[in-house]
Each structure stands twice: as C-alpha cells, then as structure tokens.
C-alpha cells in the first residue's frame, strides 16, 4: 500500500485512503508544470500528492514556503490563480481542484487581474429561529436538535462536505461517524424548514443574530452554468447563533519552523483521510500534549516511518501505550530546536536537544484553539484556559451560543453533548481539557502548554504570512508596547489573509513571556470579520456599473438620448446639460442656448424639480411656519417664490408654492432639495405640530414639467392652448391655470428663473413626450430651442437668482443672498425668524451674494476662487481671504464673463475692485450687485 | 446590524431609521422672548449622557413615522 508511487495522481497518494474520486482525473498546471489530481482534491492536496513541497516564498525573507495546514487557518499556502478564473491570493488550501485550472506561486503577493471581473455576485436574505454555523459533529447535532424542535433552521459549513474535523474512523451513536453524519443531514434535508449551505462562511456575526456569510457557488465546477451566480452573500436574521466552529490546531514555534515540510499534525492527518495524501515517508512529530498521537499512529498505518518527539518529560497514559504498540517510535522529553533543510530549502532534518532526526515531515501540535471569532465579533469576551493554553469562550452572549471545539471542548463525546444542547449556558467553567478524549479511559492528558523552544528569536517564526519572528516581537515590547494590540500592528503579526488564526495566541503568549507576565493578564488581539477574506466583487454584488447607484431619468429620457443630449448627474437624475450642435463644444452650445431664450424662444426638461403635495385645512398655517414668507395669503390660482430656511436662519431651499385650492398647496422644490425638504416638513408636522390638519405626498415623479422660456414664448402656449388667454392682463406674472388640452390635463404656470417671459406646462409622465413633441412643432416658426441645466444656470445667474447649495453653503442667510424682501416682517413666528437678530446674522461683515465682473471681458473665473483684496503682489501669507466665487460663466446677453460670489461685506463694496488669484495670476474684478442682466425685470411680462 | 422596534412596523434593519437626536425639547411656544443666549441654547445645545437617553427616531424607510425610544448610548440597546 505505502509502494503505490506509480499513482497517476501523485507519488504520495496512497491506496485505501481519501474521499476523493479516483475513477476520474482532472489536470491542472503549477507554475508552468502540468499535474493530476482528482475529483474532491484541493490544489493543496493535488500539489502534496505529487511531491510539490515549495508552494511560494515570503514577502519580506524572501524564504521558500509550503503547505502547513490543510484549510483556511494555513499562513503560507497563497497562490494566483490564473484560470480558469483569474484571482490573487487564494488559499491553496481551500481551493477545490478543477480540470484546467492553472495557477502560480507567488512571493507573498498576488496581483489583481487585468481583465474584468464578468462573474455575477448577488444576494440573499434568510431568516431562521437558529442558524447553526459549522457541520462537525457538535454543528449538525445542534441543527438536529432545533429542527426536531421545530425551528427554522440555517445551517452553513464551509467545506463542500459536511462532517468537519471527523475523519471516518470514529464512531458515532454506535454507528460509522459518516453514516451518522449521513443520518443526519438526510433528516435535515427532509425537514423543509432547514436550509443548508455547504462551501458557505459565515464571515461576519452582528448585532441581533444577524450573520453575513459567502457561499462558492460555481468556483468547483468545470463549466460553471452562466445563469448561477458565482457567489452569494447570505444575509441571514437569526433569533439564536450556535457557533460550531471547531479548533485550529496550534504550532510550536522553533528555528527555522517554517520551511517547507513542516507542517500542523493533523493537517497531514486530514490530508490522509480526506485526500489520500501521505505527505512525508519518514515524519517527525514534534507535541507537547497527547492530541496529535492520532496522527503519528495513522500515518504510521498509511505507511510513513513515524517518530514521536513528546517534550513532556513524563509519560502520559497515552504515550505509554504507544510506546507499548511500537508502530511509533517514541521519544519522550524530546524538543525540536531547529530545522535543516535541503538545496531547495525543503526539510531534511528536524534539529532536537539531543541530536537530528532526519525526516522529509516535520509534523507539530501544541494544542488546540478554539476558532471563538464569531463570538468575539458580538463583543463576546474570551477567557485564558491555562490546561488549553488558549482563549476560550467566557460568559455567554444573549442569543449566542458556542458548542464543541469552539468553546473548547476538545473530546468528541464533549462535542455531541453540547450539540444536542446537554451544556447548560453559561458555557462550563471546568477546564474541559481535562475532559477524557474518546477511547482513552479516564487517564489525564498530563498537558503541558509550550509556546517555544530555545534558539536564535529572529530565526522563529511567528506569523509565517508577514515574515514576523519572536526578535520582532522583542522589537515592539523593546520598544515599550504593553499591548498586544499594539504588538500586532508594530510587528503585523496577525494581520495576513488568515488574520491570525494559527499565530495570535502565539504572538501573546510569546509578547506575554518577553514582559514577565502572564498571558492572561494580555489577553488577546480582538477577532473583527471577515473571518477569512470576502472579494469585493461578492460585497458588491449586483451593485455594479449602471446598477452601483439607481439612475432617474425624466419621463423624455429617450427624447434627450436621440436628441444627443450631454447628461451631467443632478443626484440620481440624468438631466440634459446642453444639447451640441455639429461641431459644438459646451461653451458654444450654451451660449447659442442662451442667446435663443433671450431673443426667441427655449425650452427645458425641468421635470426634476421636487413637488410635494399640501393638503389639509390647515395647511396655509403650516407653510407660514416653513417658509420665511407668507404663504397663508396667497390665493388659489397663484404662485409665490418662498424661502426655507432652518432654525439657525440659514437658508436650506428655496423655490415656488403654488395654491391649487383654500385646502390644497404645491410646494416646488429644488431637485435636489426633494427627499430632505420632504423629510424636513413631515419632521415638524410630526413632531411640532401633530394638531395641525396636514398631510404631505412627494408627487415629484408624478408631474413632467417643461418651462417654455423667452420673449416668443406667448406665441407658443398660444397656439398651444388656444383657449386659454395668455395675454399680460388675463394671465399674469405667478399666475397659473389648470385646463385641458386634446383631453389631456395641463397645468400653464408663469413662473420664470430666468427673468424672461415664460410658461411651465406641466402634465402627467404618461402623455409628457406628447406634449413636448407638440410644444416643439409649435415653437418650430419662433425658432424654438431646446436647452439644458448648463444654460438655465447661465440665465438664472444673469438674474442673481441663487442655487441653494452652490451659491449657498448652510451658512447663508436670505439677507446675504439679497432677498431680505422674501422674509416677512408681518408674521409673529416662522423657523429661523428668531436667529435672523442674533448678533451674528446682523454682522456686516457677513459674506453677501455679489456680482463680479473680470476686468478682462473674456476671462472666466474658475468657480471656488478665492477672493482678496484689490493688489498686484500677494502679501506674505496668511493672505486675509475677503470670500469666494460661487458660479462663473460666459453670458451671452453681457457678451463677457461674469460671477456670483460671497464677500465679506459684500454689498458694501458693490463699484469697488478685489482680485481673485488664479493660481499664479492675480485676476481684477469689479464688485457689483448680484442682478446682472435686466435688473429692472423689463422682460418678465414680454 | 441593529434590529430597532418601529412602533407601527415591529422591528425592523437600523439602515431603514434615521436618528433624531435628544427628544423632549419642545419648540419655544415664544421664541422672540427668549435672549440670544437661551435661544442659541435650543437651537444648538443637546444632551449627551453615558447611559439611559431618550431620543428622536424616523422610520425613514419604512412607515416614515417619528417616535421616541429609550436607548443606552454605551450598549447601544433599545430599552423602550
């Protein structure tokens, strides 16, 4: 059996042994070499079975490394996969073979991919009374228990097969172990209120039993269907989190302990049972209790030359029936000191207190720690267990529970009573290492926790990923950190892909040792997720490309695609900026835009502009109270500009109300304004005012509206409502009707933000592209012409017609922005009224809205300037700043440059010259008022 | 994440509420009596304790309604 070296697999599978399915090969490539494997190996396994011992080499020593363990808590196994799925950094370990799969060493980092990641990652919600996390022995009885109770049921294990550390030589319940395990998962499966979830993390435990968790779905297939996501997150609501989670075995730390070969004892045992992989011929293992007889004695049987170095001076009761059985050769009061190695750096010798031992496996074991991290991540405190010489789970966490191996209970017997729910909570306090482990009587272990041999410090290795060594350790406490936490992050011990997992204890107990003090009195570094580490393509999921934010268009989307629109992004919404003519850059088309508005006619997609529906009896009292002008005067058929503003008396909005009837407003708000003015009026009705009868409705997606702009605009609404008189003395200024035309309900608006004559036509979303269409064949004799965001800005600004959160910034007071004429002086009370005779809202040296105009007509300010006094050499800094630029454009009505700014003073200074530096260059401007163009409102009427 | 108790919805994700802040601090039934001082005082001054904290909370995503909750701002536990 041990002869079978002509395995097409590898030299090192052995015969008998394995879960693996030999009747098929697959092949795959390693650094350029092409192996064999099977169906159920990892590319660890497959890699072991063929002999590859070097696996990679560390990032800062440049060392040869290989494989230490046999699943995800391995340091060193990293490898690039190239194909069939190009991915850095995957544990070798954790890998599932697949035929093709090529792969490369890499020399502590990867390198992402460089081609598009076109796998689709999505989500799911899973709600449970108990998610049990880990299918060992302990998991699945737990699982068992709560569905036979009647619970909905979660269970996720993160290997492709249930079962967990056992090996299928135990016996369960008087049975097989895998045919219990087989029992039971087949009871599970029956139940349809069980979920189970193999190849699944559970990466991250949150508050209120909320568990993230990474399911591979398609990564161990060969021809993954294109319709299944690659993987899943599981976002699963649990009343009750049993962690199952196992153990991680512990090394010892010596010199040289990290050459290829050496390797965690039952590691190379789960490599034989698993795998049918016997990893060395002639193996040393190197323990300190009697947990890792196990291993000697089966890889004894598989055929290997086995001897035993036990440091303990003592016999246990265990290592003298080996002794006894003499398959193993045993040598007690033994410790390995060092390691030898050969040309490629792999293992020769194990170097001991009394000599070499050659071997080609060094196999270690100093204990077990218990895998506690999703305890921990909900605050769950651990305790030192000086038999385990490792943290334990300590007082219990509500909604929580941790059995078996996790919380330090290392016998199987101990493992399926805490499963089935026969350990009362809190956890026991008795040291269950003291517990018998199964088949061994009742006889002590006679433990004896060792962290480290003698030897040179910066030669041991601690964290095998980050290259850090007791001397590093020696560094930090040297360097006076008492921490441990500290520790880590000077020395980046624990802070590789595996985070710690084999050597976080160690790194405590060592740093514990360096300051004379005991471990417990340290504790241990904090266990945050990801347990093991999750891709951002799985966190991102479908949250990609188009579908990362949500995009709003307008109800004339397709008009503005065909019409070749450039969009600019006014928070979700995609809203046209400017529509180029052949030949156009953005400054032409917006100064044709403008020019067409001013003397002819042009019309906008305003449709984004937030709309909330006011209904109630007392709604006009309400709107009082918000804005800081009187709305409750303003009678049906009327608009009003009105002002918002905060308690602070800052302005937060503006925009125009229009009263539908006594009972019924329409409040216009900016776009981007929508949800938080909605937000901010449903807190004060709620909160201040329940008495007042008010119901508020966001109807912003339920009107398009489309301002048609400019002295030519009567003749369009006009032709297009010919019914309705739209001559200056029957429709004025703020005036609105709400009419019909073709049978379809319009509402024709006077509202203007550009000073010119002007109409909003609003209709519903369903006959908007109808209506537009209409307008345009309309307006086709006055030239009509469409415009986007770009130009409304330039022809609002022409006017000083401010954009609450460009020209504003939460600090800006309605009398800064000149329109102290919109905050009442009647009304006893509205928000911010009070604040407005604070000392520092009546400062005048506030920051006002100004114009600036560049002395140089052509020259146009980059908005954010700042602004300084009038000078032609900067003085030595601090330079006092006076305020900034807050928009800047060409304007085609002024034929030159101008901008809005905030000066201190700013309305003082109107006729006086400041400078604003452009980078090296000092700009002169001029102050003026902030109404640029027709600052006597001469064309609002036509 | 957080399960927080909607009165109107039952308990529901925190990613849905939006915070409030300090509850129980009325709007001045006079604010032009008040001095600069004391109205500076309401507009920005909150409560900020170790411990047991009545506050402001918004179904934001769910019901849109505002409620007030108990909760320990060392635990982060709801209480009421």
Redesign the interface.
């Known amino acids: 059996m041990s002869e079978s070296t002509s395995e097409p697999s590898g030299p090192s599978r052995v015969d008998g042994y394995g879960r693996i399915d030999r009747s098929r090969t697959l092949r795959f490539t390693f650094d350029g070499r092409e192996y064999t494997g099977h169906p159920g190996d990892t590319l660890a396994s497959a890699l072991l079975a063929n002999g590859v011992r070097r696996t990679g080499t560390s990032v800062a020593h440049g060392r040869p490394r290989g494989i230490t363990a046999a699943w995800s808590e391995d340091p060193t196994g990293l490898v690039q996969v190239e194909a069939p799925f190009p991915e850095p950094m995957l544990l070798a370990t954790t890998i599932e073979l697949v035929d093709g799969l090529v792969a490369r060493s890499v020399a502590g980092r990867g390198r992402l991919a460089d081609v598009p990641d076109t796998a689709r990652y999505d989500r799911r919600h899973a709600h449970c009374e108990t998610l049990v996390v880990g299918a060992g022995p302990a998991g699945l009885l737990a699982a068992r228990t709560a569905a036979r109770r009647g619970d909905r049921v979660v269970l996720v294990d993160d290997r492709p097969a249930a079962g967990g550390s056992l090996l299928g030589t135990e016996r369960i319940q008087g049975r097989a172990a895998f045919d219990f395990v087989a029992d039971t998962l087949a009871e599970l499966r029956a139940n349809p209120d069980v979920r189970i979830l193999p190849r699944t993390t559970a990466f991250g435990h949150y508050d209120d039993g909320f568990v993230l968790a990474l399911e591979r779905r398609t990564e161990h297939l060969a021809s993954p269907p294109a319709n299944v996501s690659r993987q899943r997150v599981w976002r699963i609501r649990a009343g009750h989190v049993v962690v199952a989670t196992g153990a991680h075995e512990r090394p010892i730390v010596f010199c040289d302990n990290d050459r290829p070969g050496t390797m965690l004892a039952a590691s190379a045992r789960d490599l034989l049972h698993r795998y049918g992989v016997l990893a060395g011929r002639e193996i040393v293992v190197f323990t300190s209790d009697d947990a890792a007889h196990g291993a000697a004695v089966d890889l004894a049987s598989a055929g290997a030359a086995v001897t035993l170095l036990d440091a303990r001076p003592t016999l246990s009761a265990a290592t003298s029936a080996l002794l006894e059985e003499g398959a193993v050769h045993v040598r007690p009061g033994a410790t390995v000191t060092g390691t030898r190695g050969g040309d490629a750096g792999e293992i020769t010798h194990a170097l001991t207190d009394t000599g070499e031992v050659p071997c080609d496996l060094l196999l270690v074991s100093g204990g077990w720690n218990p895998t506690a991290h999703l305890f921990s991540h909900v605050r769950g405190t651990l305790r030192y267990d000086a038999e385990l010489g490792a943290f334990r789970p300590g007082e219990a966490v509500p909604g929580t529970s941790v059995v078996g191996a996790a919380n330090g209970t290392l016998d199987l017997a101990g493992c399926l009573a805490e499963g089935r729910g026969e350990s009362p909570e809190p956890v026991p306090t008795v040291g269950s290492a003291s517990v018998p482990t199964v088949g061994s009587a009742s006889a002590p272990r006679l433990n004896q926790v060792l962290w480290r041999t003698d030897g040179d410090p910066a030669r041991q290795y601690v964290d095998l990923q980050r290259d850090g060594t007791v001397a590093d350790i020696a560094r930090a406490t040297g360097a006076g950190m008492r921490s441990v936490e500290h520790v880590k992050r000077y020395t980046t011990i624990g802070t590789a892909h595996d985070q710690g997992k084999t050597s976080g204890m160690l790194a405590s107990a060592i740093t514990a040792e360096l300051l004379g003090v005991p471990v417990e009195s340290l504790g241990t570094t904090t266990f945050r997720p990801p347990y093991t580490p999750v891709a951002f393509a799985a966190l991102a999921g479908r949250e990609r490309g188009r579908l990362f934010d949500p995009e709003r268009t307008t109800a004339l989307h397709a008009w503005h695609v065909e019409h070749g629109a450039v969009f600019e992004d006014v928070g979700q919404w995609k809203r046209p900026r400017h529509y180029p003519q052949a030949g156009e850059g953005m400054d032409e088309a917006v100064l044709r835009e403008c020019a067409a508005v001013r003397t002819g006619v042009g019309i906008l997609d305003g449709s984004t502009l937030g709309k909330i529906d006011v209904q109630g009896p007392d709604a006009g009292a309400f709107l009082d109270m918000i804005y800081t002008n009187m709305i409750s005067t303003l009678r049906p058929g009327r608009a009003r500009y009105g002002v918002m503003c905060g308690l602070d008396g800052m302005v937060i909005d503006d925009g125009t109300v229009l009263r539908v009837n006594e009972d019924r407003f329409l409040v216009m708000t900016t776009t981007g304004g929508a949800a938080p003015i909605l937000d901010h009026l449903e807190e004060w009705l709620q909160t201040e005012w329940p008495h007042l009868r008010v119901a508020l409705t966001s109807v912003t997606e339920q009107w398009a509206t489309f301002p048609v702009v400019g002295p030519r605009s009567r003749d369009v609404i006009g032709a297009f409502a010919p019914h309705v008189d739209v001559s200056a003395e029957a429709f004025p200024f703020m005036g609105f009707v709400d009419t019909e035309v073709d049978d379809v309900p319009v509402r024709l608006a006077r509202i203007s933000f550009s000073g010119e004559l002007a109409w909003e036509v609003s209709v519903d979303g369903w006959h908007a592209p109808a209506v537009w269409d209409r307008l345009l064949e309309l307006g086709a004799p006055h030239g009509i012409t469409p415009y986007g965001t770009e130009t409304m800005h330039v022809l609002r600004a022409e006017k000083g017609y401010p954009i609450i959160g460009q020209d504003t910034d939460g600090t800006v007071s309605p009398h800064d922005l000149g329109l102290g004429w919109a905050v009442s002086k009647k009304k006893a009370d509205f928000l911010g009224r009070r604040s407005f005779t604070r000392p520092s809202n009546v400062d005048p040296l506030r920051k006002q809205l100004v114009g600036l105009l560049p002395l140089d007509r052509t020259r146009k300010l980059p908005e954010g300037s700042q602004i300084v006094e009038l000078t032609d050499a900067l003085p030595p800094p601090p330079v006092p700043m006076l305020g900034h630029v807050t928009s800047s454009y060409r304007s085609a009505a002024l034929g030159r440059t101008f901008a809005l700014a905030l000066v201190k003073g700013g309305h003082a200074r109107i006729g006086e010259r400041l400078t604003v530096p452009v980078g090296a260059e000092l700009v002169p401007v001029e102050v003026t008022g902030s109404v640029l163009f027709d600052p006597e409102g001469a064309r609002r009427d036509g | 994440?957080?399960?927080i108790a909607c009165p109107w919805c039952g308990p529901r994700e925190e990613v849905e509420f939006?915070y409030?802040g300090q509850a129980g601090v009325?709007?001045p039934a006079?604010?032009?009596a008040?001095s600069?001082e004391e109205?500076?005082r309401?507009?920005?001054v909150r409560a900020n304790p170790v411990g047991r904290f009545e506050e402001?909370w918004?179904h934001?995503a769910g019901c849109?309604?505002?409620f007030t909750a108990v909760r320990d701002t060392a635990t982060?536990r709801f209480q009421a």
Do not use: C, I, K
């Open positions: 994440m957080q399960l939006h409030g009325a709007y006079d604010p032009a008040l600069d109205w500076g309401f507009v920005f402001r918004s934001s849109r309604r505002w982060y």
